[in-house]
């Protein structure tokens, strides 16, 4: 696993379970974990939704964890036999499964006699693994080598994050400025915006197209890890959209959302 820059940290996202790849739940736990990762000055480079079978998770993993500096997977370690994260992380990684005294204790508490099989398997970790709190209810995660294995309930998993932040190395933060376009097409801006990315090989721009009623256009994003770059590219992409007779491109702040609104 490596970063493509010394400045640049990286990480791959697993997202596990059926009830994803059919629909019946809409993922949010990869928006949640890019916008967090981001603060931190960590890239979110490939994410990748596999079902709940074993082959499938441990081979996405695998491919995952050797390409970035760390990965984090969500879903799969609940109770029930579709639940096999901890088992395809320890066959990974090539180690045995283990109850953690310390998940069976706070299991123990919780449901007294009423604990099962069923609920005991969510106290299983890989030996050398190290527990993620959860801070909101339920189980810890884990984390072995550089992957972080939490769950995937949203409001859960965002818990977890806070203590997955600070074990990461950072890297130095993205910055980003936006130019709004209205009233031009991509066909119109798209040359500016090329000839603009050309000349800033380490940033990257995108253009993200709205339409509504008051009309239509396209929020331009620059993003890079330098300041004053950023900001001179931004000037010179309003310079180049004026040049090339696009009427009135100007930065917004705050900058608007990627959907165009």
Same mark, same amino acid.
């Given at each position: ?59 996405? &993993? #695998? %491919?995952? =964890?050797? $390409?970035?500096?760390? /990965?984090?997977?969500? !879903? ?38 009423? &604990? #099962? %099989?069923? =609920?005991? $398997?969510?106290?299983? /970790?890989?030996?050398? !693994? ?48 936006? /130019?709004?376009?209205? !009233? ?78």
């Amino acid at each position: 696993m490596a970063s493509g820059q010394d400045d640049q940290v990286t990480a791959g996202v697993l997202i596990i379970g059926d009830e994803i790849l059919s629909g019946r739940t809409q993922d949010t736990n990869l928006r949640d974990i890019a916008r967090y990762l981001g603060v931190l000055g960590v890239d979110v480079a490939e994410a990748r939704t596999v079902p709940d079978v074993l082959e499938e998770i441990v081979t996405a &993993l #695998n %491919a995952l =964890r050797m $390409r970035y500096d760390y /990965v984090i997977t969500t !879903g799969g370690i609940g109770p029930t036999h579709d639940d096999i994260t901890a088992d395809a992380v320890a066959a990974a990684f090539g180690v045995e499964l283990v109850e953690h005294p310390e998940i069976l204790g706070l299991l123990q508490a919780r449901f007294g006699e009423d &604990l #099962n %099989a069923a =609920r005991r $398997r969510m106290a299983r /970790v890989p030996v050398g !693994g190290e527990l993620v709190k959860n801070p909101v209810q339920g189980p810890p995660g884990f984390t072995i080598g550089n992957v972080f294995v939490l769950a995937g309930v949203p409001q859960i998993m965002r818990g977890m994050l806070e203590d997955v932040g600070p074990r990461l190395r950072g890297g130095r933060p993205v910055v980003s400025r936006t /130019v709004r376009v209205e !009233g031009s097409g991509e066909g119109v801006i798209a040359a500016p915006l090329e000839a603009v990315a050309k000349a800033h090989p380490a940033m990257s721009l995108g253009s993200y197209p709205f339409f509504g009623p008051e009309g239509y256009g396209s929020n331009l994003v620059l993003r890079g890890r330098d300041p004053d770059e950023v900001a001179t590219a931004t000037g010179e992409l309003i310079a180049a959209l004026e040049a090339a007779g696009v009427p009135g491109p100007r930065e917004v702040e705050p900058a608007p959302r990627l959907d165009g609104s």
